[in-house]
T-cell receptor, first 113, second 117 residues
Framework: SQKIEQNSEALNIQEGKTATLTCNYTNYSPAYLQWYRQDPGRGPVFLLLIRENEKEKRKERLKVTFDTTLKQSLFHITASQPADSATYLCALPYGGATNKLIFGTGTLLAVQP | ETGVTQSPTHLIKTRGQQVTLRCSSQSGHNTVSWYQQALGQGPQFIFQYYREEENGRGNFPPRFSGLQFPNYSSELNVNALELDDSALYLC????????????????FGEGSRLTVL
């Protein structure tokens, strides 16, 4: 079955630096991959979706890459701000293009002022 | 504001009891998915409802059941509660059950925090 691995340790960075979060999966290559942000006690909020035929996607200060050979996605936040501090979740579909998702455990990002 | 509302926000039950959690999907969305999120973990897929029919189920026992109503709102029922059922239960709505219909993104509610004593 598909498994997702995200950095289990918190990532601490200085304001203004670029944060890079990693998502690795172990089995079949998914039709797409999604990233969500979750604040404490809140539901996840969708950030970006990247499809299997896309290498890179950008949205404002966010950039996602998708390497199906390495079975890895990288999520970058440039010019990070304290307001970016949250848990970031990577998610893949169970199979095909369904939106029934498998989530990673998430990486906690802390941006220090 | 996602438009997905869940109730109750918090509740406490004892082992063996039953619980019903409710979700109103975002306007125009016909698909509701339920997820369980234990502390420090990512959300785990319980099941999905599409146009009032169950449309896929994760690795959860039959005591987890659900319903979707004609207005696309949904309920999650859990019978014979166990201590390990303590978690944040998240409802997510979407238009369709495949990413080809839309971007594939899910719109989550804020969750119902269940504590089982």
């Amino acid at each position: 079955s598909q498994k997702i691995e995200q950095n289990s340790e918190a990532l601490n960075i200085q304001e203004g630096k670029t944060a890079t979060l990693t998502c690795n999966y172990t089995n079949y290559s998914p039709a797409y991959l999604q990233w969500y942000r979750q604040d404490p006690g809140r539901g996840p909020v969708f950030l970006l979706l990247i499809r299997e035929n896309e290498k890179e996607k950008r949205k404002e200060r966010l950039k996602v890459t998708f390497d199906t050979t390495l079975k890895q996605s990288l999520f970058h936040i440039t010019a990070s701000q304290p307001a970016d501090s949250a848990t970031y979740l990577c998610a893949l579909p169970y199979g095909g293009a369904t939106n029934k998702l498998i989530f990673g455990t998430g990486t906690l990002l802390a941006v220090q002022p | 504001e996602t438009g997905v509302t869940q109730s109750p926000t918090h509740l406490i039950k004892t082992r063996g009891q039953q619980v019903t959690l409710r979700c109103s999907s975002q306007s125009g969305h016909n698909t509701v998915s339920w997820y369980q999120q234990a502390l420090g973990q990512g959300p785990q897929f319980i099941f999905q409802y599409y146009r009032e029919e169950e449309n896929g189920r994760g690795n959860f026992p039959p005591r987890f059941s659900g319903l979707q109503f004609p207005n696309y709102s949904s309920e999650l029922n859990v019978n014979a509660l166990e201590l390990d059922d303590s978690a944040l239960y998240l409802c997510a709505s979407s238009l369709g059950s495949y990413s080809g219909v839309n971007t594939g993104e899910l719109f989550f509610g804020e969750g119902s925090r269940l504590t089982v004593l």
